[in-house]
């Protein structure tokens, strides 16, 4: 079975690394979701949160310095595990 972001690395090859990589997740309004989301990042990443106009999701923007390919799919690959979290 392929991994699903398999294109997504293919094209992340193209790019020279290190280099920052911003992430977009779209997270129900739950403090607890927000979190596990948010976690996923290191102090020095630029996070930007929006609520959505009826405050039921929050848009999350990351902005990282990556090292490699491999950490970006590896952080998709945890995001996948925090229920009702969309990857954009």
């Not at 779209?26 to 630029?46: C, G, M, Q, R, Y």
């Amino acid at each position: 079975m392929s991994n699903p972001f398999d294109k997504l690395k293919i094209q992340l090859e193209l790019q020279e690394w290190p280099n920052v990589y911003l992430f977009k997740f779209i997270v129900p309004n739950d403090n607890e979701k927000i979190a596990l989301a948010t976690a996923l990042f290191d102090d020095s990443a630029e996070l930007n949160l929006r609520t959505s106009s009826k405050g039921t999701y929050v848009s999350i923007s990351a902005k990282e310095m990556m090292m490699n390919v491999d950490s970006i799919i590896e952080k998709y690959n945890r995001s996948s595990e925090i229920e009702g979290l969309v990857a954009l």
